[in-house]
């Protein structure tokens, strides 16, 4: 399951490089496009399963799976290299999921962030949000000031 979510960081470092409002909007359009198979993948694989939560918890392994087999080195990833992939889940990933209006959204997020809580150390305090809510933190330019 999964074989392609290894891609979803893909560029990980330049998507979250100098994001404003109108750039993590684009970078997010992207984003969804290039992976919108694997949305759909994780979504679908949760939707058609009896045990909902069950199969959120096999996703989210199995994209906690992808990742480790991505940035692991001697079986380990680096501290600064799991805060980059949590930042990029965060802006990311989790919203992007959310966007999926899937009707099992929330639970595979949530089980993402619980299989991240557990496996990764620097990912105790981890959690989600919407795409709404991080754009509406980015600053507007006020008189072109800013």
């Known amino acids: 399951m999964l074989e392609q979510a290894g891609t979803m960081f893909d560029n990980m470092e330049a998507m979250m490089y100098r994001i404003k409002k109108k750039v993590y909007k684009e970078r997010m359009e992207l984003f969804r496009e290039k992976n919108k198979e694997t949305l759909s993948e994780m979504t ?10 069950e199969a959120a918890a096999q996703v989210a392994k199995s994209l906690a799976e992808a990742v480790c087999a991505r940035f692991a080195k001697r079986g380990k990833i680096s501290s600064r290299s799991q805060t980059d992939i ?6 990311y990933v989790f919203p992007a ?7 099992c959204a929330t639970s595979l ?16 305090q981890l959690n989600y949000t919407t795409f709404e809510e991080i754009s509406s933190t980015f600053q507007e330019k006020i008189l072109g000031l800013f």
């Open 44 to 53: 679908g694989f949760v939707e058609q399963a009896d045990e909902k939560d």
């Open 109 to 124: 997020a949530d089980a993402i962030r619980d299989e991240w809580r557990g496996r990764f150390k620097d990912s105790a």
């Open 86 to 91: 949590n930042l990029f889940m965060i802006y």
């Open 97 to 103: 999921i959310l966007m999926t209006q899937s009707e």
